[in-house]
């Protein structure tokens, strides 16, 4: 049952991220009342667009760890925790592509996959 949800998570996200760009930022980014952040409305659209595939790359996350918990292994909490890495090291990397770095969660999201992997390697 689990594999139908991680299964369930991946397609949603896909459907999210596709349908988000085409239907909902696309039009969102045409207005011209946007907010103006660090001087032009170029950095609302750039955090509203990683934001939201970030979301996706969340959903892929736990559909990982749903796949894991499935069929649990000997080392759960490593193929977990590793997931968790990978999920903040995508974002981070989003983040700081996104946003050219101007956006700075980028700095916490790698600090989090640091510290997932530091956990897995400690261990």
Known sequence: MLLVGSFLLIFIGFVHSYLGEKYILIRLFRRDNLPKLLGSDWFT??????????????????AAI?????????????????????????????????????????????????????AVFAH
């Open 45 to 62: 659209k750039r955090v509203l667009r990683f934001a939201w595939h970030i979301t996706t790359i969340a959903w892929w996350g736990f």
């Open 66 to 118: 749903l796949y894991f918990l499935s069929n649990p292994s000997g080392d759960i909490r490593s193929e977990i925790l590793m997931t968790i890495a990978v999920v903040f090291s995508l974002s981070g990397v989003v983040s700081l592509w996104f946003s050219r770095g101007k956006h700075l969660s980028w700095l916490f999201f790698f600090g989090i996959a640091s510290t997932c992997l530091f």
